[in-house]
């Protein structure tokens, strides 16, 4: 039987995510089964516009939902309608699956479907949706939470992810490596992979701080110490300190541990560099302080990190 999938877009409609899905539950050609019937549907059929500047013309209504067994709300620009909502209840009041893309996960938090339930959610949403919905348990470090009758994806990225996810519990690992397969796809990336914040800037550098900063990131793999810091820039520790709180929003040492980090991340992103010769350039000292360093910041190891880049 086929399985019927739809997404729900909307005015501002961000391509990826719609593209991702049509991409896992489209037509492969003669030699791959074809399990799934998508299309897209919107509140008000037409022309839609997108975040990519090009128009977007959806001929389906709402009643495309009413057969649908996925309903997927693929991010959202805007705050769901009442006939937004009553369309998407429904499907899930029948046995439908929910599947919310970032900020797509507005609807099924409005409708209740996410109370006293993880939920991965895009890092730049967590306090948003925190703020609003403060039922749910927000997870902004896993790329995807599946329970079967709603999933969420924090990050438009995760959509294939989260769609070969499904291919794979509804018709098998071997149908779901085929797909990938033929869209040059990754390996399918398990939910509990960790989304990562973006490597941290120096952005604009505070005249008052600038010279010293230049000097750090220019000697990351020197061991300094907070007073190192305050020597070099001819202030007392209190004061450096001062100066970085008001200026930096983060103390000294926290600073230069985050630019570590930073210049770990890109080793391991960029280079097949040992971890403890990582460690020496970025002046962590060792493996052990490294490993341990990362896991606190990032909840994952060196190697597994590693791992997602490749």
């Known amino acids: 039987m086929t399985h019927r999938v739809v997404a729900l877009v909307g005015p501002n409609q961000e391509l990826y995510p719609v593209t991702s899905a049509a991409a896992v539950f489209g037509y492969h050609g003669p030699d791959i089964p074809q399990h799934y019937d998508f ?53 899930h009041a029948r046995g439908g699956r929910i599947v919310a893309v970032c900020a797509g996960i507005f609807v099924p938090a409005t409708l209740g479907l996410l109370d006293g339930r993880r939920a991965s959610v895009h890092w730049e949403l967590s306090a948003e949706v925190a703020a609003g919905f ?5 997870d902004d470090t896993v790329i995807y939470i599946d329970h079967g009758d709603v999933a969420t994806a924090g990050a438009s990225a995760a959509t294939i992810d989260l769609c070969l996810h499904q291919v794979l519990r509804e018709f098998g690992a071997a149908h779901a490596m085929r797909i990938g397969r033929q869209l040059a796809a990754g390996p ?9 914040p973006p490597l941290p800037t120096t952005g ?12 750090l990131l220019a000697n990351l793999s020197a061991p ?27 103390p000294p040492a ?15 992103e ?41």
């Open 224 to 250: 300094i110490t907070v007073e190192d810091m305050a020597a070099r820039s001819g202030m007392s520790v209190r004061t450096l300190t001062r100066q970085f709180a008001e200026q930096l929003g983060v």
């Open 254 to 268: 926290r600073w230069l541990l985050e630019r570590r980090l930073a210049a770990t991340r890109a080793l391991l």
């Open 188 to 196: 399918h990336r398990e939910g509990c992979q960790r989304q990562y």
């Open 204 to 215: 604009p550098m505070p005249a008052s701080l600038a010279p010293l900063l230049e000097w």
């Open 270 to 310: 960029e280079s097949d560099l040992p971890v403890e010769t990582i460690a020496r350039r970025v002046g962590l000292s060792s493996a052990v302080n490294l490993r341990r360093r990362f896991r606190t910041a990032l909840h994952t190891t060196p190697a597994s990190y590693r791992r997602s880049f490749r």
């Open 134 to 138: 403060p039922g749910i348990h927000l």
């Open 39 to 91: 299309r897209l549907c919107t509140e008000h059929p037409g022309t839609l516009t997108t975040t990519l500047g090009v128009p977007m013309q959806v001929e389906h209504g709402l009643a495309a939902l009413a057969d649908a067994d996925t309903a997927i709300i693929a991010s959202w620009s805007v705050k769901p309608t009442p006939a937004v909502l009553d369309a998407v209840r429904d499907v």
